[in-house]
């Protein structure tokens, strides 16, 4: 029997009530959430009588107050109008609060979050109804309050907490990858005024093996210091403390507190002036992190200079309504409180980037409270960690390879990303990784592959495949087939055809690797055949050179050889086609003809360059001759139609006589049965 409706407005926040204004979404990393909207004129009205409206609109008024005090005119400022109840199962209510943007679509200002705090109780508290007595009442959720102030005397108990639970009920994460350690440590047992770097191999023996942290942190702009050829022989005898910026300081005080005599920090720990060391390291980078008993990771610090052990963020403080008289009697010793909503953050954590519910349109408000998780060589650090603890500017974060906690318990019922799998080690998992590292940002774009090195390592030992590149030899097909598309809006007025501006120097990656992008932000890697069920690789597609050729090597001695491999043979059917460039980036067309029992016939399909003609990183000409080189097909479905239609898969590369090689300018999909196309052939192409 459907429950009876109290409030017409919110439907007293129930998604019980089965009405066409409930829209039912499925976000984020599988989470199910109801959205119902409503106008504020209304929820003025309503809030005379009922007890949610009334909640809601307080607390809309009390964080417009509070933005007021914090000087936050963009938010104080604002007329709201609308908004959005948004109910997700175990979580506390929220509300989204929406302007129109000129006539056209909308924008999220900003998600509050209502919660009654209680640090033992777990489940809901109901409020008292006040227009009917049914029993059938809406829900608030439990969450704790975050500390405007974090600090390892403060966080210890809860960071040990974490860490034990994982270690006691976790045999998952004790999965080491390696058994290899890094060449050098930062010692901080003895003065809390020295660090000192020490040889691992010099260790002692009553130091069978050292358990050790290791830190995550963006360097920034600002030099930092650094072990060089001048500086090791001095730093082997010790470092003092205060030269070292705030982010290190702030690592160590929180390895001391957990009860670690030793750290691993890359400025530190990599002698920065050799590139033989820096090579040496880089290939042990998967048994570092992975080896290690915690990573500290200052998400929410740009820079190393900045710390993380410091005042909170105020805009996620809790703000109490005094509304204790809208509680049931027996749970009236509690308060209900409102706050900026953190789901936005926690999505960094919980799901990838293609599955977020990007309603706020970029994620730049969030990538500022955690401006660490938008670079690249994170991914690999958090993906080989067992355990992260992620300092951010609204709360304590711990990620590890089986589940999630936080400071609010927002994400205590989540598990970890499903990225984060490193039992899931096959070639759809590789893909998936390499999307979403791809939309994450380089300081030096030349070391795109080098920041993947120590998550391939860990794939080849699993995978006992070969390696090229960022592509496996025995998944080629569905790699080459790789495409550049737009993740997030970071402009109002961006183009949405526009595309990263150029490649890498073929020194850094070949054409037809999609290492060879230089992304711009907004943009990554997306591999179609990967998402796609029905794709079949062409029987005739295959590496026409031994599969030894591509293996990873096994030491350092051949890194050089890993790394600087620049072509692959293959052997391919193909069909020619002409390539016609206009005079913008618009239009290009790629057009197929046939000669058929004496007649011509021709046909034109749309065609999207991997870079832009007019970049100065393609031949200038009007018309190319290209080849299509056939690597699988898929099938579509026309359910109106009740007819499926098949299309081969291609990689159009186009010859160029100075390197004597083929080189990559897109990809295009081409229906099967479309037969204006050049009888197909097959050879070798030596691709690069």
């Not at 740009?302 to 049931?328: E, T, V, Y």
């Not at 936005?344 to 660490?372: C, D, I, V």
């Not at 992260?388 to 304590?396: D, I």
Request: proline letters at 4%; charged letters at 20%.
């Amino acid at each position: 029997m459907a429950p009876s409706l109290s409030c017409r407005v919110c439907l007293d926040t129930n998604p019980m009530y089965q009405t066409a204004r409930w829209r039912v979404d499925v976000v984020g990393n599988d989470k199910i959430e109801y959205t119902l909207p409503f106008n504020f004129r209304e929820l003025k009205s309503s809030s005379r009588a009922c007890s949610f409206c009334f909640l809601i609109k307080r607390g809309v008024k009390a964080m417009r107050r509070d933005a007021a005090s914090l000087h936050r005119k963009g938010h104080c400022n604002l007329i709201v109008k609308r908004g959005r109840i948004i109910v997700q199962k175990s979580a506390p209510l929220e509300i989204e609060l929406i302007r129109d943007k000129d006539g056209v679509g909308e924008e999220v200002l900003s998600r509050l979050q209502l919660f009654v705090a209680d640090k033992d109780e777990v489940g809901g508290i109901y409020l008292r109804p006040t227009i009917s007595d049914s029993g059938n009442f809406g829900i608030l959720g439990i969450a704790r309050h975050v500390p405007t102030l974090i600090s390892t005397k403060t966080h210890i108990t809860l960071i040990n907490s974490w860490i034990s639970n994982c270690l006691k009920n976790h045999s998952y994460c004790d999965i080491a990858t390696t058994s290899q350690l890094p060449s050098r440590l930062l010692d901080i047992s003895g003065s809390k005024d020295v660090v000192r770097l020490v040889e691992v191999g010099n260790l002692t023996s009553s130091v069978n093996r050292p358990s050790y942290a290791t830190l995550s942190h963006c360097w920034g702009s600002n030099r930092i210091i650094q072990t060089t050829s001048s500086t090791i022989t001095s730093f082997y005898g010790g470092i003092r403390a205060t030269d070292l910026p705030a982010t290190f300081q702030d690592a160590i005080s929180v390895v001391r507190a957990v009860g670690l005599r030793f750290i691993w920090i890359d400025s530190l720990c990599i002698v920065q002036d050799s590139l033989d060391d820096w090579k040496h390291e880089s290939i042990l980078m998967a048994s570092i992190y992975s080896n290690s008993y915690v990573n500290i990771a200052a998400t929410g610090a740009a820079d190393s200079s900045m710390g993380f052990l410091a005042p909170r963020n105020p805009l996620h403080r809790s703000i109490p309504l005094l509304a204790r008289c809208l509680l049931k009697p027996e749970t009236e010793d509690k308060s209900i409180f409102v706050r900026h909503s953190l789901d936005g953050l926690h999505q960094f954590y919980s799901t990838p980037t293609m599955l977020r519910n990007n309603t706020t349109g970029s994620w730049s408000k969030e990538k500022q409270e955690a401006p660490l998780l938008s670079r690249a060589w994170i991914f690999q650090e958090r993906y080989l960690a067992p355990r992260t603890l992620h300092f951010c500017s609204s709360e304590l974060v711990m990620e590890c390879r089986k589940e999630l906690r936080c400071e609010c318990t927002g994400l205590d019922s989540i598990a970890s990303n499903p990225l984060r799998d490193v039992q899931d080690i096959s070639y759809d998992s590789w893909l998936r990784a390499v999307e979403e590292f791809s939309r994450l940002r380089l300081s030096h774009e030349n070391d795109r592959l080098s920041a993947l090195l120590g998550i391939a390592k860990v794939f080849h030992s699993r995978l006992m495949s070969t390696y090229l590149r960022g592509l496996w030899v025995e998944d080629l097909a569905r790699g080459l087939l790789w495409d550049v598309t737009r993740h997030e809006n970071i402009h109002n007025n961006a183009s949405p055809i526009s595309l990263p501006t150029k490649r890498q120097n073929r020194e850094v990656a070949p054409t037809w690797s999609w290492a060879s992008m230089v992304m711009t932000e907004g943009f990554g890697i997306v591999f179609p055949a990967a998402h796609d069920a029905s794709f079949s690789k062409s029987p005739r597609f295959y590496p026409s050179e031994p599969a030894s050729l591509f293996t990873m090597p096994p030491g350092t001695s051949s890194f050089d050889n890993f790394l600087e491999t620049k072509t692959v043979s293959v052997n391919s059917e193909y069909f020619f086609a002409t390539v016609f460039l206009p005079e913008t980036e618009e239009n290009i067309m790629l057009v197929f003809d046939a000669d058929i029992e004496g007649m011509v016939f021709i046909s034109m399909y749309d065609m999207n360059l991997d870079i832009p003609f007019y970049s100065g990183g393609l031949p200038q000409e009007q018309i190319w001759e290209v080849c299509c080189l056939i690597l699988g097909s898929m099938t579509e479905k026309n359910y109106e139609l009740d007819e499926e239609a098949e299309f081969l898969c291609t990689l159009v590369v186009r010859f160029n006589s100075v390197i004597d090689a083929w080189e990559r300018i897109g990809v295009l999909d081409v229906r099967k049965d479309d037969a204006n196309y050049s009888g197909i052939e097959e050879r070798e192409f030596n691709l690069m």
